[in-house]
T-cell receptor, first 111, second 111 residues
Framework: EADIYQTPRYLVIGTGKKITLECSQT?????MYWYQQDPGMELHLIHY???????EKGDLSSESTVSRIRTEHFPLTLESARPSHTSQYLC??????????FGSGTQLSVL | GESVGLHLPTLSVQEGDNSIINCAYSNSASDYFIWYKQESGKGPQFIIDIRSNMDKRQGQRVTVLLNKTVKHLSLQIAATQPGDSAVYFC??????????FGSGTKLNVKP
């Protein structure tokens, strides 16, 4: 199983705050992804990266941004959080065989 | 984009029985499929995968069947255990190596 880490696990913040959700993997995977998931619902791809300096928007529109300066690191940033951003955010990376490995997720609550 | 759908949102089985979780996919171009298990508060965990050039693949206590004619995927769990209780997602891959997830089936295992 891939080692992929997300911090924080839980985050409760007020409206208007800037936040960054961290994601790191130690497997050297080139491809990394961010998914958004509401309780009991499917995962929606919001960002992905195929390598350093490569970032693309996913199929679900998101006001967040991502960066990929190092292979192992793929942080997601919200410049001004709103209650509608309340959700679980899951980071994943894929191995050469294309299997997706997920982190434990960050549960974000915006008040 | 096109979506992956699941026939049964909730499945209850007796401990020791076999479980079958179904998934319908709509994109005939999908070339790779994965089943994930997600426990409460955790990220999805890889269970088993199958490529479109196969129709069956077996793992430890799990079997995935792929019927491309009717675009149907199923996950069979043998001798279901309480630890199998979770939400199960299928995911299909198409469109430049992006994965699309269904809404999940919750499996309840009764002791």
């Amino acid at each position: 199983e891939a080692d992929i880490y997300q911090t924080p696990r839980y985050l409760v913040i007020g409206t208007g705050k800037k936040i960054t959700l961290e994601c790191s993997q130690t497997m050297g995977h080139d491809k990394m992804y961010w998914y958004q998931q509401d309780p009991g619902m499917e995962l929606h791809l919001i960002h992905y990266s195929y390598g350093v300096n490569s970032t693309e928007k996913g199929d679900l529109s998101s006001e967040s941004t991502v960066s990929r300066i190092r292979t192992e690191h793929f942080p997601l940033t919200l410049e001004s959080a709103r209650p509608s951003h309340t959700s679980q955010y899951l980071c994943a990376s894929s191995d050469p065989g294309e299997k997706l490995f997920f982190g434990s997720g960050t549960q974000l609550s915006v008040l | 984009g096109e979506s992956v759908g699941l026939h049964l949102p909730t499945l209850s089985v007796q401990e020791g029985d076999n479980s079958i979780i179904n998934c319908a996919y709509s994109n005939s171009a999908s070339d790779y499929f994965i089943w994930y298990k997600q426990e409460s508060g955790k990220g999805p965990q890889f269970i088993i995968d199958i490529r479109s050039n196969m129709d069956k693949r077996q793992g430890q206590r799990v079997t995935v069947l792929l019927n491309k004619t009717v675009k149907h995927l199923s996950l069979q769990i043998a001798a279901t255990q309480p630890g199998d209780s979770a939400v199960y997602f299928c995911a299909e891959r198409y469109n430049f190596n992006k994965f699309y997830f269904g809404s999940g089936t919750k499996l309840n295992v009764k002791p």
